[in-house]
């Protein structure tokens, strides 16, 4: 998007992505700012990984099924421009984590990467159906590849999702915040004007604690403002260690 004020990378499977690009829309309607949301990819990302011997589980069903809705966005980019993909972003998430509990695993397969998932969405967006055919278009791989790689070449290649650009080509970027609830109107303000000025410090590295609340979201049966557990807590978010 020409003249974008925020590039966002998201992987649309990813909690905390989800959480801090509600915030990042709350920053933005009242800054004004254009945000062009672009792809970044943890199953592109852990690429090189055993995902048997480093995660849990149901995360290569997940990251898997994230990768399968990016190649969805892309051919919906493609086709139509970049103007869609906040709502379409807008409509995974919600879905995903503001509207569902329980687990999306069906025989192995994460629902949320197959048709089932995929086609109401377009319906609700007036999107074209042929778009489902891209959830297999392995073609488009090398487009989220590409992007991931742009992404991660603005951070260093050590982190995972989100990753904002802000005033972009010249500007600071940074990843994450990586925060479990959603600020008030006037807090995201106060929180975006002091990540961004960390970020342009010229000196600024990383600013960490692993301790984390889980998402205040649905999907983890947390409600909104609810008192969460401080644990060590990633939910997919990240790429592992190498």
Not at 61 to 84: D, N, V, W
Not at 175 to 189: N, Q, T, Y
Not at 223 to 240: I, N, P
Request: proline residues 6%; negative net charge; aromatic residues 10%.
């Amino acid at each position: 998007m020409a003249d974008a004020d925020i590039n966002f990378y998201f992987d649309p499977v990813c909690p905390f992505a989800w959480v801090t690009s509600k915030w990042v829309r709350t920053v933005q309607a009242q800054r004004d700012y254009a945000v062009d949301w672009r792809f970044i990819s943890l199953r592109l990302i852990n690429a090189h990984i055993d995902y048997d011997a480093h995660f849990p589980p149901e995360y290569e069903a997940g990251h898997t099924a994230g990768l399968r809705l990016l190649r969805a966005a892309a051919s919906i980019r493609r086709e139509h421009g970049p103007a869609p993909l906040g709502g379409l972003y807008e409509a995974f998430g919600t879905r995903i984590f503001d509207s569902h509990t329980g687990t999306y695993l069906v025989d192995g397969r994460d629902d949320r990467g197959t048709e089932n998932f995929l086609g109401p969405v377009l319906d609700e967006l007036g999107l074209p159906t042929h778009h489902v055919d891209a959830l297999d278009d392995t073609s488009f791989d090398a487009e989220i590849q590409a992007e991931t790689d742009e992404a991660l070449g603005l951070t260093g290649r050590d982190v995972g999702t989100p990753i904002i650009h802000f005033e972009p080509p010249e500007g600071v970027a940074f990843f994450g915040p990586v925060i479990s609830r959603l600020p008030s109107d006037e807090d995201a303000l106060v929180l975006w004007d002091h990540v961004v000025g960390l970020a342009r410090f010229p000196g600024f590295a990383e600013l960490k604690r692993s301790l984390r609340e889980r998402p205040q979201l649905t999907a983890f049966g947390v409600t909104t403002g609810e008192a969460g557990v401080q644990e060590d807590w990633h939910g997919g978010s990240r790429r592992t260690k190498k």
